[in-house]
């Protein structure tokens, strides 16, 4: 087992340094960073002092094994666009991003699993496939216009909930949360809402799948034979032996909703990394946009080798493969 972990985290720290090199090729590709951080009363002294301090000087190797080491201890450089740290950027957007992501992942559980168990159960009633097909329209659907119709239907119809914002938030040292005010908790549900809805659907149809294949397994037919109530069979033999794919499938679409919520903060204004990494795009702001690329492939990774260590703890077989 210890020379399976050891063998991910080898093949994770590869994946990693293919992302840097990836991310400074952004650097160097994206232009001059002393024309984008100089102003026109900038003399060429000072361009070449700002030269010199980025170390723009030295080698390409030498430069790239800088940026590696410097991004391993957290350290992505200085902001073009307001001169900030980029880490305490993106840890001040962190949270917003973190909190819809969680409530999205919450929403597309409660909602995906029950609904993939009634459309198994009551296969071929006109309300489960009538799900079906709501499904297929949900998988179909770009984000961009769920939030819009969102926004229409719950904002500008009827006026229930806020269309942009974060609403009012609370600090807890660093961290920042809305869900402990009301204006944040209602903030919060479109976006959550419209993030949500691409997963309930994957959820849905992979419940719905997996549990046609165990109700039609032996287990389960003996135990129908021995008198076992429906409700027990569904909820306690079939659905704990079909969860499995959906914990996996979960744990890896938490990296890509952090990855891409982009689309869904920028329709709702929403104070994120998305957020953060458009505006980066917007002003050519190099250091984020190489640092959120680093991030978010670090979260990848990391839920990656978590999953592929918990599939080695539940089957051995994989240890050997």
Not at 2 to 14: E, H, K, M, P, T
Not at 165 to 170: E, L, N
Not at 175 to 180: A, F, I
Not at 281 to 308: G, W
């Amino acid at each position: 087992m210890l020379v399976f972990i050891v063998r991910r985290l080898i093949n994770s720290v590869f994946v990693m340094l293919a992302v840097a090199m990836l991310a400074f090729l952004i650097f160097q590709m994206a232009g001059d960073p002393v024309e984008m951080m100089a102003n026109e009363q900038t003399s060429q002294a000072d361009r070449a002092a700002m030269r010199e301090r980025l170390g723009l000087n030295d080698s390409l190797p030498t430069q790239y094994v800088r940026f590696v080491v410097n991004a391993a201890k957290g350290d992505f450089g200085i902001s073009y666009r307001n001169g900030q740290d980029v880490l305490h950027l993106i840890g001040q957007r962190f949270p917003a991003t973190f909190e819809l992501v969680m409530v999205a992942t919450l929403i597309s559980l409660v909602v995906g699993i029950p609904l993939g168990v009634l459309t198994a159960i009551q296969r071929g009633r006109w309300y489960a496939e009538g799900l079906q097909f709501v499904s297929i329209v949900g998988v179909s659907l770009p984000s961009f216009v769920v939030g819009i119709l969102l926004i229409l239907v719950f904002s500008v119809i009827f006026g229930w909930l806020p269309a942009f914002g974060r609403g009012d938030v609370v600090k807890i040292g660093w961290w920042s949360t809305g869900l402990l005010t009301p204006s944040g908790r209602q903030a919060l549900i479109l976006p959550a809402v419209s993030l949500s809805l691409y997963q309930i659907t994957l959820i849905m149809r992979l419940v719905r799948a997996e549990m046609l294949e165990v109700l039609r397994s032996d287990y389960v037919k003996f135990a129908r034979a021995r008198g076992i109530t429906r409700a027990r069979i569904y909820f306690r033999h079939a659905l704990r032996n079909c969860l499995m794919p959906v914990v996996t499938m979960t744990a890896m679409n938490v990296g890509a909703l952090i990855a891409f919520a982009i689309i869904t903060e920028t329709v709702f204004q929403w104070p994120g990394m998305g957020m953060l990494f458009i505006q980066a795009v917007t002003f050519i702001d190099i250091p984020v946009m190489a640092a959120y690329l680093c991030i978010i492939s670090f979260m990848f990774v990391v839920l990656n080798m978590l999953v592929d260590i918990a599939y080695a703890v539940i089957d051995p077989r994989l240890r050997t493969a």
